[in-house]
């Protein structure tokens, strides 16, 4: 596992376990009456919108449009949070080629064209071409294409330069000089008390400069021909990148998609693709597996939005989740005292109206519900029966926690009541039940009867009337006051989880209360055109651009348009998915963890925001998990079943899902235009459930 160490912004809640190198931005802090004691951290981050960023953990090439890499910002190649170069540029015949293109192949490559016109061309036109292809494992390869009618001989240099900064230390303006450079063998070797680096170059270059870094080939080009440099960089005694997706068995099956609207595809294929590229290890356990939060800033573990994507995409296989609860339970907390049996996470900032809240709670919440449905998914029962221990410490926590009251308020609080939390903890207490019924242990009846007994406290106690039909509280605060405001958690509500015989848990609102809901997350003030808002436009301290005032957050727009699909609410439900649709397509099938909620024009695009994590595992998981949701496939592979439920109405005409995993084997579902659903491959003993 990543090494503990403080967050840079979260370090108010014991460690959280993550590269020791990462940083988090802040977001807009809460009303000094609601701020906790202690020193506010804040980061100034580097904006990483432009960048395009190569990923295969734990290594990383964060490049600029140009292609060059200057060494300004964020630029560089890493390794387990490391910058081991910071400079790569290039230089033919005395000139720097003029960028025309960049684009990332795969989610680990990307791709630069640039253009040079020769002082003896006698016209406008370009002669050369040059073709950089930058790899995330630091590998990368230079071509010069010539169109030029007649032999050319060009001198061409790459100035190379690192700093071996931690990225923490880049992000926030304290990464320091270059460090000198030596030559060796057939590229350049740079030293420092963290660690050596070594650049090696194919063809060996004629000269090698160390003072200035620089490599220098004499390249002889024939008419219409092409001549190739390949450089790698690495830390001196590591080897090649292997990360977790090149193993024996696949982590994530390969799901394949064909559907009426062309953008399904490219959505799939690029969600799987990023969910890979941000696996990780246990280094302790290598067999286990689980998916950093994001890049570039959060290349480690972070348990609460690890176990969300591992739980979004059981339909690719239950082996992330079994990972991701492994990794988790080594990490429990355990002896005696309140927190005893909880996941441990660090504080996140709840936006403007609320404290930070303790992404332990939600982790430990997450925890059992992500064992059940995994179970329901098709885990082995011995792995089940391995994890259980920890699933049932983080419900005896949640038992311990509520005590005799209904309402469950986060750990280390004051005693604010959140919306979110009481779903998390209701759709934990009743999963959880159902995964210890199911294995003869103690506790069930205890945790349905707390599940009644808050259903019916948070319909009479956390439901606001108004003339408009009402909506759930964002909280309730210690005197009982009731905050009123709308925000993008509201979905969680919708979102009860699988139980046994492909039946839903019921959910904290009655019918009334969820078609109000569903009216209310579909309305302009919440729908942006482009996904969910986190926090209503009418609502006191929107910002577009706030983290959690006013973006569009993919993984809450994902879960909102399952929830609302699953309860009836297609219209709503449609009109969201088609809005992510749409900002997918926007950012290269690439969806970030967020982006700004400024409301869809005609011809607009979606707005970046500067400091979101492109890739990010919640917001790729996201795209599988609308995906899966919309055709309904409800698995019980205990009960060797499986149940169909596909969304009324066909928002995306025919939809066809292959290589899905239910109950370890090949799955393939085709939900036709009139939304008949037919299942095409399964497991010979798996049965059509009713």
């Keep these: 596992m990543p090494p503990s160490a403080p967050s840079p912004v979260s370090d108010r809640e014991g460690p959280e376990r993550v590269a020791p190198t990462t940083a988090r931005p802040p977001g807009p802090p809460a009303p000094a009456s609601r701020r906790p004691a202690g020193p506010v951290v804040s980061v100034e981050l580097p904006p990483a919108h432009t960048s395009l960023v190569c990923v295969a953990l734990p290594a990383l090439a964060i490049s600029s449009e140009e292609g060059q890499l200057t060494g300004r910002g964020l630029q560089g190649f890493y390794r387990a949070g490391r910058r081991i170069l910071s400079r790569c540029q290039m230089r033919v015949a005395g000139r720097e080629p003029v960028p025309v293109q960049a684009r990332m192949v795969t989610a680990d490559s990307a791709r630069f064209m640039a253009t040079l016109r020769l002082p003896t061309s006698g016209g406008p036109d370009p002669e050369i071409v040059v073709e950089r292809v930058r790899h995330a494992d630091g590998t990368e390869r230079i071509t010069l294409h010539s169109s030029a009618p007649r032999p050319l001989r060009l001198p061409v240099e790459v100035a190379l330069g690192t700093d071996m900064a931690e990225l923490g230390a880049v992000a926030s303006g304290r990464a320091g000089p270059e460090l000198p450079a030596d030559v060796h063998a057939s590229g350049m070797r740079w030293s420092s008390t963290s660690g050596d680096c070594l650049v090696t170059a194919n063809p060996a270059p004629a000269d090698a400069l160390a003072s200035a870094g620089m490599l220098r080939w004499e390249v002889d080009l024939p008419p219409n021909a092409s001549w190739s440099l390949e450089l790698r960089v690495r830390p001196i005694g590591a080897g090649p990148v292997r990360t977790a997706r090149h193993g024996t068995t696949r982590s994530l099956a390969a799901a394949r998609a064909v559907c009426d609207d062309a953008r399904v595809q490219p959505l799939l294929d690029r969600s799987v693709e990023d969910l890979r590229a941000l696996l990780l290890r246990d280094r302790e356990h290598p067999a286990d597996v689980y998916a950093a939060a994001g890049a570039p800033w959060r290349c480690g573990l972070a348990p609460a939005e690890a176990l969300t994507a591992a739980r979004m995409t059981l339909p690719l296989g239950t082996r992330l989740a079994a990972g991701t609860l492994r990794t988790l339970a080594r990490g429990r907390l355990t002896g005696p005292g309140p927190r005893?049996?909880?996941?441990?996470?660090?504080?996140?900032?709840?936006?403007?109206?609320?404290?930070?809240g303790c992404t332990g709670t939600e982790a430990t919440l997450l925890f059992p519900a992500l064992l059940a449905e995994a179970w329901r998914w098709g885990l082995p029962s011995k792995e089940v029966e391995d994890l259980l221990p920890t699933a049932q410490g983080c419900l005896r926590w949640l038992r311990t926690a509520v005590g005799d009251g209904a309402f469950l308020a986060d750990a280390q609080s004051d005693g604010t009541v959140r919306c979110t939390t009481q779903a998390h903890a209701h759709r934990a207490?009743?999963?959880?039940?159902?995964?210890?019924?199911?294995?003869?242990?103690?506790?069930?009846?205890?945790?349905?009867?707390?599940?009644?007994?808050?259903?019916?406290?948070?319909?009479?106690?956390?439901?606001?009337?108004?003339?408009?039909?009402?909506?759930?509280?964002?909280?309730?605060?210690?005197?009982?006051?009731?905050?009123?405001?709308?925000?993008?958690?509201?979905?969680?509500?919708?979102?009860?989880?699988?139980?046994?015989?492909?039946?839903?848990?019921?959910?904290?609102?009655?019918?009334?209360?969820?078609?109000?809901?569903?009216?209310?997350?579909?309305?302009?003030?919440?729908?942006?055109?482009?996904?969910?808002?986190?926090?209503?436009?009418?609502?006191?301290?929107?910002?577009?651009?706030?983290?959690?005032?006013?973006?569009?957050?993919?993984?809450?727009?994902?879960?909102?348009?399952?929830?609302?699909?699953?309860?009836?609410?297609?219209?709503?439900?449609?009109?969201?998915?088609?809005?992510?649709?749409?900002a997918a397509e926007s950012f290269g099938h690439r969806l970030p963890e967020m982006f700004a909620g400024e409301q869809r024009t005609e011809g607009a695009a979606p707005l970046p925001h500067p400091s979101a994590c492109r890739p990010a595992a919640t917001a790729a998981a996201a795209g599988v998990h609308v995906l899966t949701a919309l055709v309904g496939i409800r698995p019980d592979a205990p009960a060797g079943t499986v149940t169909l439920r596909p969304t009324g109405g066909t928002p995306l005409g025919e939809l066809s899902l292959a290589s899905l995993c239910v109950a370890g084997a090949p799955f393939s579902v085709r939900v036709n235009r009139l939304g008949l659903a037919m299942v095409e491959e399964a497991d010979d003993a798996l049965q059509l459930g009713v």
């Design 340 to 356: 005893s049996g909880m996941i441990p996470g660090p504080l996140r900032d709840a936006g403007p109206h609320l404290p930070p």
């Design 429 to 582: 207490a009743l999963l959880g039940a159902d995964l210890l019924d199911a294995h003869g242990r103690e506790g069930a009846a205890e945790l349905r009867q707390w599940a009644q007994r808050l259903r019916s406290t948070f319909r009479a106690e956390f439901w606001m009337d108004d003339r408009a039909g009402g909506r759930p509280a964002l909280a309730r605060l210690p005197d009982g006051r009731l905050l009123p405001h709308l925000t993008a958690g509201a979905a969680h509500l919708l979102d009860t989880g699988l139980l046994g015989a492909g039946a839903l848990a019921p959910g904290l609102l009655d019918d009334a209360q969820t078609e109000r809901l569903a009216r209310l997350l579909g309305g302009p003030s919440m729908d942006s055109g482009w996904g969910l808002r986190s926090l209503g436009t009418k609502e006191v301290a929107y910002n577009p651009f706030g983290h959690r005032s006013g973006v569009v957050r993919v993984q809450e727009t994902a879960v909102a348009v399952a929830g609302l699909a699953v309860s009836g609410h297609e219209e709503q439900a449609s009109s969201l998915l088609r809005g992510m649709l749409s």
